[in-house]
């Protein structure tokens, strides 16, 4: 099983090459989102834990909660708010910008209501 965990995260660059998820990132993935809502969208459904630094590029952050972000998959306004807004559209990018951008659109939605 853990083969596939691997493959699965090293297919869509979201780990190098022999790079391996801690064994608590469940647990602290689970409990970081405990309660949480999108941070763009305000969504509670399809969310996931993102890392503001990739875990690509600082494993050693894999577990802190100041690298992670709740934001959902779920297409509330039509928009996958992680691929869009963290991904820039495309899984393989890196927004360096994820916070301010987030800001912004959480803005937009909150002001167009």
Known sequence: MSAWRDLA????G????GQRRSPQWRRVRDEFLRGKSCAVCGGRRKLVA???IPFSLAPHLELSEENLIAICEAKRYGINC???ICHLGNWQRINVSVDADIAYWHNRIIESR
Do not use: F, I, N, V
């Open 50 to 52: 993102h890392h503001r």
């Open 9 to 12: 995260d090293t297919l869509p």
């Open 14 to 17: 979201k780990a190098l090459p």
């Open 82 to 84: 992680h691929l869009l």
